[in-house]
């Protein structure tokens, strides 16, 4: 098992370019790591390739938007992200976040079983259907690699301004939850069937 982290520029202009999240640099990453297990060196096995894939997961981290005490109307009433409250799976039926019910299945069963034991709390979040809905790398990550994956964020206020605010607790949420991922995901998506 290889366990990779990969931070990406240019996410908030659209990662379109050499080394953002559109670019190729993540599908050639997971490319010359399964050249490394083929037989042989100067070419990639198709089959160690795609068994690489299928056993693959992203968790695509951003942070996700809190309920703003002035406008709770922008919230659907059962997906309303309180701080220090847990972790967020974010959801979108437009394809803007790349979780889907497998993925947040994944994810929720990882904050069950937590890093050192003690469950990671999870928040749901899905955009109201009237309401523009930004996107994360998530997606972009999926679609250019065909791995599986699950959008999640810590909760926060003021999004994109100079003055950003979110929970500390949720900070060690996110940090247990990265770990619980780390220790446990083979043990989770093993037990998924077919």
Not at 23 to 39: G, K, L, N, Q, Y
Not at 126 to 153: E, F, K, Q, W
Request: glycine residues 8%; hydrophobic residues 35%; contains cysteine.
């Amino acid at each position: 098992m290889i366990s990779l982290i990969a931070c990406f520029d240019h996410e908030e202009i659209g990662s379109d370019s050499t080394h953002g999240a559109g670019s190729p640099v993540m599908s050639e990453a997971v490319e010359r790591i399964t050249s490394a297990f083929s037989d042989n060196t100067h070419s990639r096995d198709p089959e160690t390739h795609a068994s690489a894939i299928r056993k693959s997961f992203i968790f695509s981290v951003d942070q996700a938007h809190a309920l703003h005490p002035n406008y709770p109307s922008k919230h659907e009433k059962n997906h309303a992200p309180m701080m220090n409250a847990g972790v967020v799976i974010k959801t979108n039926q437009n394809q803007r976040y790349a979780t889907n019910g497998v993925t947040g299945f994944i994810a929720r069963e990882l904050a069950k079983k937590g890093w050192d034991g003690t469950k990671v709390p999870i928040q749901e979040f899905c955009v109201r259907s009237d309401c523009p809905c930004g996107s994360t790398i998530g997606p972009i990550l999926s679609a250019n690699t065909g791995i599986r994956a699950v959008d999640l964020g810590m909760p926060q206020l003021s999004m994109h301004s100079c003055r950003e605010v979110m929970g500390v607790a949720d900070l060690t949420h996110g940090l247990n939850l990265f770990k619980s991922f780390f220790k446990y995901f083979n043990e989770v998506d093993e037990c998924l069937e077919g």
